[in-house]
């Protein structure tokens, strides 16, 4: 399962993954990443929880660049990530060096809670 919030007073887009995430669903989450990105503002921060995640097929992969040269394009200023297992990372850290680029920040965070923190600072 996924979800993705925007929170335009903040200019925030908050992904969160939950359960089993498989290929098709990613392609969703994908898909609907792209709908609705029009309604934030570059400069934009982006919180991934991944608290509630169990599994991720490595399939998601492709869609998960994607959607973060999707994030890139749009003009992603900040990243936090909340990663409470870092097995769950599933190679989240290694694509962002490569699809967000070097001028971007990227938080990770054991807690909902850091992540906060994270975001303010």
Excluded: W
């Excluded at 098709?24 to 509630?52: H, M, N, V, W, Y």
């Excluded at 990227?106 to 994270?118: D, M, N, P, S, Y």
Aim: proline residues 3%.
């Amino acid at each position: 399962m996924f979800q993705v919030v925007i929170g335009k007073q903040q200019n925030l887009l908050r992904i969160s993954f939950s359960q089993q995430v498989g290929r098709r669903e990613a392609k969703r989450f994908r898909q609907r990443l792209e709908a609705i990105l029009g309604e934030i503002q570059p400069g934009f921060q982006l919180l991934t929880d991944l608290s509630e995640l169990k599994s991720m097929d490595y399939g998601c992969a492709p869609e998960i660049e994607l959607a973060m040269e999707i994030c890139r394009q749009k003009g992603v200023a900040k990243v936090v990530r909340v990663v409470p297992d870092i097995k769950k990372d599933i190679g989240f850290a290694i694509m962002s060096f490569f699809h967000y680029g070097h001028g971007v920040p990227i938080v990770t965070c054991e807690t909902l809670g850091e992540a906060t923190k994270a975001l303010s600072a």
